[in-house]
């Protein structure tokens, strides 16, 4: 029988409302993308995740059109009023933009709702690029919204790459009493030992921060392969450096369908949690999402 797992990150999707699958495929971080740009529904997602032990999941935002966010919340828990998945719900919104606490409002009648997600990963590489500039965490304007989803009680996804780190171990240190969830073990995009010096001191200086979680997800983005050998250390160094406590599985479904499988997602995760004891794999592949995103309740 397969371990109980809570799916920390994924995606469900009508290709009508997001923008980036409308139109001529673009260049995007995780390559040619054509098999999908189609409908990803609920009823598929489940039938790849319960094969595969997932009890509970978390749907994250899609980058639906400007203006939708609200919208977007909206369909997601319709379909969990529908089926019972997803479970906790990430939303989108523009924490510099001056309504920001009402949008958040609005979102907020959603039951499911428990976070809010702004991409803020900016590269040199204009390929991996999503922000329009590597400090956006630093402007005034947008601490103030992060300050209105601090007061909501809904936690922050925080993406960023190793070169942003720095500032990112400042941003949680000033708002510590937001809950920080970092996105895919924190992007290691450079595997040089020079890349991966830069990844380990940021990862370090964000441990060092108690409100700081961490999804070991996203892992095959740049590689484009499933595969405990390039995954395992990424999955090994973040659970040594946060905790099973704080870290959390998550499949980036369907992004990683690209080049894998649901059941290979899950298999070579726990094939890479080998070492630790059965209730620290539990806590990453169970017990941390039910907590951080409050599953329960």
Request: charged share 25%; proline share 6%; aromatic share 10%.
């Amino acid at each position: 029988m397969p371990p109980l797992v809570v799916d920390a990150h994924h995606h469900i999707w009508r290709q009508a409302d997001l923008a980036w699958l409308q139109g001529p495929p673009q260049p995007r971080i995780f390559g040619e993308y054509g098999a999908i740009r189609r409908d990803y529904p609920i009823e598929e997602y489940m039938t790849e995740a319960r094969a595969a032990g997932v009890v509970g999941s978390v749907y994250v935002q899609t980058n639906w059109p400007a203006g939708r966010e609200e919208e977007e919340v909206a369909w997601v828990q319709s379909v969990a009023d529908r089926h019972g998945f997803p479970h906790a719900i990430v939303g989108y919104a523009d924490l510099a933009a001056p309504a920001v606490g009402a949008t958040l409002d609005r979102m907020s009648k959603h039951p499911r709702l428990r976070g809010i997600r702004q991409q803020l990963h900016w590269h040199e590489t204009p390929l991996y690029r999503f922000a329009a500039r590597p400090d956006l965490m630093d402007d005034p304007a947008w601490r103030r919204g992060l300050g209105e989803v601090a007061r909501r009680g809904l936690l922050f996804e925080l993406q960023v790459f190793a070169g942003q780190m720095e500032g990112a171990a400042r941003l949680v240190r000033d708002f510590p009493h937001v809950t920080f969830v970092l996105m895919h073990a924190g992007m290691l995009e450079d595997r040089a030992p020079g890349g991966w010096a830069r990844w380990r001191a940021g990862m370090r200086a964000l441990a060092a921060a108690p409100n700081v979680h961490v999804k070991l997800s996203g892992l095959g983005t740049f590689e484009r392969v499933c595969s405990g050998d390039l995954w395992g250390p990424v999955i090994r160094e973040t659970v040594e450096l946060f905790g099973p406590s704080r870290c959390m599985f998550g499949s980036n479904f369907p992004i990683e369908k690209l080049w894998t499988t649901y059941d290979e997602v899950v298999r070579v995760s726990i094939e890479c949690l080998g070492g630790l004891s059965a209730g620290e794999q539990r806590a990453v592949l169970h017990d941390t999402a039910g907590r951080v995103y409050r599953l329960g309740s």
